[in-house]
């Protein structure tokens, strides 16, 4: 079996969610429960993917190839493809200095460097409020980074061989020119900020008969930000089965739909296959 990597860059806000719920957020979006890191399931890719095999609101005889057959026929076959599910690579964080910061972890890049099979290092902090950083984001003079309003001390850059990896992830103008933009912290801090510096957005339902909002229908929804780093890996299942069409079909596709609300904009990405 081959393993290649799907890399997903959101141009817009992200709302992959996981039904209602009763606490302060009505959508929230789908997490993994240890880290609290959003992610994307492998279903949902694997569904927004197949679309774009589909024709006349029937899937073309390569998808069902790749993503197995929708009807219940005694013959059907399973795909010829598996995806896991998108993890947390790099967040979007506000910065006092530079507009914002790509925010990551030693535990997203060892989770990445796993699966890529790099030969990179990963760069070690120190104990404490301190990180990593690039040049764009720092207060060179105080030798700080102020992320929200959290400071944190800088204690080296963050490390040049993995910024210009990541900046190649995706074939987008902001992630490929930020590489002074990148800040390492702790895998906790990591944790906060992409539990608490997601966006929250207030929507209402509308009346289908009135065509004005429904009365007691105002809801918030969670919404990953613009600029967030994802990658799921994508394996080739057989060895008797063409994937080159698959490959030179999403070097054609790299902007893509996930997740819910796509008629309101939301949910737009860059991806890659690497």
């Not at 998808?63 to 026929?73: H, P, V």
């Not at 764009?136 to 102020?146: C, G, I, M, S």
């Amino acid at each position: 079996m081959n393993t290649k990597l799907l890399t997903i860059f959101t141009r817009t806000p992200l709302h992959v969610g996981c039904g209602s719920s009763v606490g302060v957020i009505d959508q929230p979006v789908v997490r993994e429960r240890h880290t609290r890191f959003p992610i994307i399931p492998g279903s949902a890719i694997k569904g927004v993917l197949a679309d774009l095999w589909t024709e006349n609101h029937k899937r073309t005889e390569e998808g069902k190839r790749y993503f197995g057959e929708d009807d219940c026929k005694s013959d059907a076959k399973a795909g010829a493809m598996a995806f896991g599910e998108a993890g947390l690579l790099a967040f979007p964080v506000r910065s006092a200095k530079g507009c914002f910061a790509f925010v990551t972890s030693p535990l997203c890049l060892e989770r990445y460097k796993r699966d890529a099979g790099l030969d990179l290092p990963i760069p070690e902090l120190q104990n404490g409020q301190t990180c990593l950083a690039g040049g764009d984001v720092t207060f060179t003079e105080r030798n700080a980074v102020v992320l929200e309003e959290y400071r944190f001390e800088k204690t080296g850059d963050f490390p040049a061989e993995w910024s210009e990896k990541l900046c190649s992830l995706a074939d987008d103008a902001v992630l490929n020119g930020g590489k002074n933009r990148f800040v390492l912290v702790h895998d906790e801090d990591m944790s906060f900020f992409a539990e608490n510096a997601c966006q929250i957005s207030q929507h209402v339902s509308i009346d289908s008969s009135t065509g004005t909002a429904a009365e007691g229908k105002l809801f918030n929804q969670e919404e990953v930000p613009s600029e967030t780093l994802f990658y799921a890996p994508v394996t080739e299942l057989r060895t008797d089965v063409d994937y080159a069409p698959f490959a030179d079909k999403m070097g054609k596709s790299p902007l893509v739909q996930f997740g819910g609300k796509g008629t309101t904009g939301i949910g737009y990405c860059s991806v890659k296959l690497v």
